[in-house]
């Protein structure tokens, strides 16, 4: 059986798939619309998924050349849902990315690992207390998944490379594109060394106002909770795109950890989500505590 797998992956072409499920989204834009077909092909490759759907294949060559535009083939690479490597994780996702997109080192994502999101306006307490939470993360061989957004995210994914662990950046644009540019060269830094992954298209996005790709960014915060052994809040605002993340975290079967310092505050979402099951922690020694009970 496993001869035969293997036959049928030298056959796929990843440059024919990814230009095909770029095709697809330009006449299905949307997650749940996405999703949906494929789940009604059982998750076939794309290129199987836009030829039952009619899409010519004069589209798709065209999109393939358009595609270089952006990031050459060789630059980057993807995971479809049905891969050996795909981390089936990433499947308790309420939409699972069709298609991953990378560029670094994917045996990252097999590691044991935990997400730290937290306020883009962090306080420097909070910056303190998200490195300080990274290092003792690395200290224990565990991979510190973020964001790659200022403030929170930024200090984590930089005290982990300080800490000489291993970090995996989860961003809500194409790979091609940086967000904030602040960020570009830890992107780089990341994408070269590390893990840099994305489930946004590059073509249809291009040809959007960026108010309407928006909606990545949450969902890009789903993956990374799907793709985490747990998500830790460090702060966060009644608004902020964190709280997307401890809903996914909560509703995928993952540990939400929030620290004590955000009951502090007078905000509401702490205790709310302390009452669906969140735990509340003082440092990192009391995570880790419970994510050996959650493995035993």
Sequence with gaps: MLNVIQKIQKTISPVLEISSYEALWTHNPGVARISTIF??????????????????????????KKLENFLSFTDYSALFYNDFEYPSRLKDAQHPAEILYFQGN?????????AIVGARKASNEGIRRAKKLAHILIENDITVISGLAEGIDTAAHTAAIEAGGQTIAVIGT??????????????????????????VPFYWTSNQHYKATRFFFPERNKTM????????I?????????LTQARAALS???K???????????????????????IKVVDGSEILEEIQKQDC
């Excluded at 950890?257 to 969140?278: D, M, R, Y």
């Design 225 to 232: 909770s799907a793709l985490s052994k747990a998500t830790v």
């Design 106 to 114: 994917l045996d990252i994502l097999s590691s044991p690992s935990i």
């Design 234 to 242: 460090v702060e966060a605002s009644e608004t902020s795109g964190s």
């Design 39 to 64: 789940q009604k092909y059982n998750h076939a490759l794309p290129s199987t998924v836009a030829s039952s759907e009619g899409i010519l294949v004069e589209e798709i060559e065209k999109i393939k």
């Design 174 to 199: 194409p790979l091609n594109k940086s967000y904030p540019a602040s960020n570009k060269d830890l992107q780089a830094k990341i994408a070269k060394n590390f893990l840099l992954v994305s489930q």
């Design 252 to 254: 995928q079967g993952r």
């Design 256 to 278: 939400l950890f929030i620290l004590n310092s955000c009951f502090q505050t007078g905000l509401k979402w702490p205790h709310e989500f302390l009452k669906k099951g969140a």
